[in-house]
Every structure is written in structure tokens, then in C-alpha cells.
């Protein structure tokens, strides 16, 4: 006898193929109905229906989604952005993040903002990347002075732009300018958290600068407090365009949220062809580590079939080291991750391992919080 079906919640299309999307990594077949057939999207009312054996666990799982309504409200604000946010210093490495922003704002039908904050009399001048330093001897009748420079040297990038975009080397992006006047992570989060970006793409230094200190750092900061994705773009980077982007590391902690920051990995590259690789750093012998991963290869390869996934136990003492030869042994080009992992998140990005994963790699981040 068939067993039978119950409503475990119902929502629109969307937050009810999330909810489905969860219960199925957690091993719960999980079904949608009422679902409009011409457009899903304008769906409401939509049931997600399990078997009635499965509904104790089922339960337990929504109920350990804590941020479930948090993580539905980002979801459904991703599709409303349309603008990619470019945090400028007028150095070399900030022309090659814009080259790089500008493409992924191309295939993502948005337009650039470039963004500019100059620091106040207070501070010393520094470019987006390196540590703040506190300078008393500062004339506070300099800001004109400082405004002007901002001024000029933004006017002269988009010079540098326009010239590009009319080559045909850069795509036709619409873009605006924005100068602020403050620290520049206070400026650019506040920013961010009022017009939501689609991604914050930032230009970092090369692995051979050995002056960038992470405490302090302006992309630290902005990895860690931003609330939309960040792109970290090195000086030494060796793709220009995402089309050539082949092969993704996407480092997993086995966790829900993760299914939320891979759809969004996925809207941003979804016209082109790449192989994702999920890694897990396994520095504890944990038995249960390849069975998950083994659970998580089956749930991908069943819903994203038009992708090539590839899964990897990484061990060893030191992680950065076992991601170093993981990047270099095969071919990758950006590095995944998200910002709720905090046992991995807080191992990267300490000064010591953050020089070397950030500043010191020429592998490109996309960083998601979760």
C-alpha cells in the first residue's frame, strides 16, 4: 500500500522549492504541487507535501532553520538587483577588478557603480586593500584638496573606461561614478546595505606584495561584514573574462545554507559551461565526512545534471597548504566560500593564512554570506 503524502508547509514557488531543495539533501523525498505550469514563478499557495513516515524528521529540520525567513528574503532581493558595486583607489589592481566587474555585470544585465571614498584629514590617504594608518598632522582644509583629487582622478579612469568600452575590449555596461567621503569599509557596506548590489567586486594585490597587512585591511572588513557576495580580484589575476572561468572550488561544511550560496554561484555563471569542485577540509578524521560528501554528490548531480561536479576530501595539517595544492593541482580559477562557516571563515582570514589566501594568491574569491 502507498504510503501517505502530508502538507509540510506551504509557500510560494520559490521558498517552497528551497524548503524542498532542503529536505532532499537530508535524505526526505519532498514533493510541490499547485504549482502554475505556464509560469511557476507567479505561483502562490504552493504545497510541499513528504510521506507521512518522514514527517517527525521533517519537522525537526524546519525547525532547526532558524534563519530560514532571512535566507528566503535574501533570496528573493537577489532577483531584484541590478547593479554591481566597484570600490575604486585609481591603482593598478583596482583597473583590473573593473575589468573584471564589468563583465560579470554584462552577463548579468546590470549596471557598474564606481566607488570612491576618500579618507578625512584625520586618516592618511590609502588605496582599497591596505591597513588604515592614523595621521594627526592633517590639515583639515586639505578635504577640498582631496575632493578635487578624488574628482580628477575618477574623471581620468573613466577616460581609461570609455576608451575601453569603445575598443570593444569591455562590454558596452552602463556605469555611474560615487565619491564618498569617510573610511572606506564604513562608506562601502553602508552603501551596500542601502542599495543591495548584486556583488561587491574589489581589487586585491598580488601574491608577491609583501606589505599588505590583513588587520585593518579595507576587502577584510568588507568580506566579513558584507551581506551581498564579494568578488575578490587579485593584481596577478590570469582570467579577464568570466567565460573563462573553468573550474570552481566551492568549499563545503556540509550545512543548508550552502544550497542557498551554490543557487546564487550558479545565477551569476549560469551561461557558461564550468566544473564545480566541492572540497571539505577534513582535519579531524571524521568518519561521517565522505559519507555527507557522497549524500551531497548525488543531491547535485540530480538537480544541476547540466553541471560537472567533482568532490574532494582535503587532510593534512595545515589547510592552507592543502588548499594551495588543491588550486594549483587542478587548474582553479575562483574560490568559493561562505561567511557562516566561522570555524573555516576564521582560519583563512587571520593575518598569518589571509596573506596567502587573499593577498597572496592569484586565484580569484567569491565570497557569500549566509
Known amino acids: 500500500m502507498e504510503e501517505r503524502l502530508v502538507i509540510v508547509a506551504i509557500h510560494t514557488y520559490e521558498k517552497a522549492q528551497i524548503l524542498k531543495s532542503v529536505l532532499e539533501i537530508h535524505g526526505i523525498d519532498a514533493y510541490i504541487h499547485n504549482v502554475n505550469q505556464i509560469l511557476p514563478v507567479i505561483s502562490a499557495g504552493v504545497r510541499v507535501r513528504i510521506r507521512e513516515s518522514d514527517l517527525p524528521k521533517a519537522l525537526a529540520i524546519i525547525e532547526d532553520m532558524n534563519n530560514t525567513e532571512a535566507v528566503y528574503k535574501a533570496l528573493e532581493e537577489v532577483n531584484k538587483q541590478s547593479m554591481v558595486l566597484l570600490p575604486i583607489d585609481f591603482s593598478d589592481y583596482s583597473l583590473k577588478a573593473c575589468e573584471f566587474g564589468f563583465n560579470f555585470a554584462a552577463i548579468n544585465k546590470a549596471e557598474v557603480v564606481l566607488f570612491h571614498a576618500y579618507l578625512p584629514p584625520s586618516f592618511s590617504s590609502m588605496p582599497i586593500g591596505d591597513v588604515i594608518n592614523y595621521d594627526n598632522h592633517k590639515d583639515d582644509d586639505t578635504i577640498r584638496k582631496m575632493l578635487e583629487k578624488s574628482k580628477g582622478e575618477i574623471d581620468k579612469l573613466c577616460v581609461i573606461i570609455d576608451e575601453k568600452i569603445n575598443s570593444g575590449a569591455w562590454p558596452n555596461v552602463k556605469y555611474r561614478k560615487v565619491l564618498r567621503e569617510g573610511v572606506p569599509e564604513e562608506q562601502i557596506i553602508g552603501y551596500a546595505e542601502r542599495h543591495k548590489p548584486l556583488s561587491i567586486v574589489m581589487g586585491t594585490r598580488g601574491k608577491d606584495q609583501k606589505d599588505a597587512d590583513l588587520i585593518g585591511s579595507v576587502t577584510a572588513e568588507i568580506i566579513e561584514r558584507s551581506r551581498v557576495p564579494v568578488f575578490t580580484i587579485p593584481e596577478n589575476i590570469m582570467l579577464n573574462k568570466i567565460e573563462d572561468i573553468k573550474n570552481i572550488a566551492y568549499s563545503t561544511n556540509f550545512e543548508d545554507k550552502d544550497l542557498i550560496a551554490f543557487e546564487k554561484l550558479v545565477s551569476f555563471l549560469k551561461p557558461y559551461n564550468f566544473k564545480m569542485h566541492f572540497i ?52 582553479i580559477d575562483v574560490v568559493s566560500m561562505t561567511t557562516h562557516r566561522r570555524n573555516l571563515f576564521s582560519r583563512l582570514f587571520n593575518p598569518s593564512m589571509a596573506r596567502k589566501m587573499v593577498f597572496h594568491t592569484d586565484t580569484p574569491m567569491l565570497v557569500f554570506h549566509a
Not at 289 to 309: C, N, T, V
Open 280 to 331: 571539505h577540509y577534513n582535519n579531524n578524521d571524521d568518519n561521517w565526512a565522505e559519507i555527507k560528501l557522497s549524500g551531497i554528490k548525488e543531491y547535485f548531480q540530480r538537480h544541476y545534471s547540466d553541471i560537472e561536479f567533482e568532490y574532494h576530501l582535503l587532510d593534512g595539517e595545515d589547510i592552507l597548504s592543502a588548499y594551495d595544492k588543491f588550486i594549483h593541482d587542478n587548474n
